[in-house]
């Protein structure tokens, strides 16, 4: 009954391979986010999508592009990883305006 | 742009005990969300509370309360009766609802660790 899942929970790659991370959840959420972790521990907010629109944080390289195949699923896809995308990226979803629910994240490393 | 300010990178207390974790903000915005997070070390993020601004009451979940103060932007999170499990990083956040964004701004954290 898991309510926000993400795969992989660890991913381990070279740099300038490309990877993917998929989300999912079950709550019948409208709203899904991508947020990045840094070694700090320090959040950000790097994509919100919601009905189809998408608002990007502006700090985020256009190597990392989120894909919605439908309104339960928020994959991020990063293409030539470099050292420095190395974090915990989560997942989180709400109803629109509403809570957001935290998936358990997926730990990236790149060598 | 909002800012979320935790003032106390790292905090203990004894179990059983009380403690209160601080969170100043800075917004022009007169409706809002604040929230407190917690991230144990299996790095779940987990809702702790949530208060809306135009609410003057203070939220409450169990042994969690916090103290809203709208007119000094501050948000702090007091824990009643410390737990072991309630060793985590806490976040601070704000939600500013917006055209076609609701996005959360953490503060830094404050790492709580309770001892036994």
């Known amino acids: 009954d898991t309510a926000v899942s993400q795969t992989p929970k660890y991913l381990v790659t070279q740099m300038g391979n490309d990877k993917s991370i998929k989300c999912e959840q079950n709550?019948?959420?409208?709203?899904m986010y991508w947020y990045k972790q840094d070694s700090k521990k320090f959040l950000k907010i790097m994509f919100s999508y919601n009905n189809k629109e998408l608002i990007i944080n502006e700090t985020v390289p256009n190597r990392f592009s989120p894909k919605s195949p439908d309104k339960a699923h928020l994959n991020l896809h990063i293409n030539s990883l470099e050292l420095g995308d190395s974090a915990v990226y989560f997942c989180?979803?709400?109803?629109?305006?509403?809570?957001?629910?935290f998936g358990p994240g997926t730990r990236l490393t790149v060598l | 742009a909002q800012t979320v300010t935790q003032s106390q990178p790292e905090m203990s207390v004894q179990e059983a005990e009380t403690v209160t974790l601080s969170c100043t903000y800075d917004?022009?915005?007169?409706?809002?969300?604040l929230f407190w997070y917690k991230q144990p070390p299996s790095r779940q993020m987990i809702l702790v509370i949530r208060q809306e601004a135009y609410k003057q009451q203070n939220a409450t979940e169990n042994r969690f309360s916090v103290n809203f103060q709208k007119a000094a932007k501050s948000f702090s999170l007091k824990i009643s009766d410390s737990q072991l499990g309630d060793t985590a990083m806490y976040f601070c956040a704000f939600m500013k609802p917006g055209a076609g964004s609701y996005q959360l701004t953490f503060g830094k954290g404050t790492k709580l660790s309770v001892i036994p």
């Open positions: 917004t022009s915005e007169n409706n809002y969300y």
């Open positions: 989180a979803s709400s109803r629109w305006g509403d809570t957001q629910y």
């Open positions: 709550l019948g959420h409208d709203t």
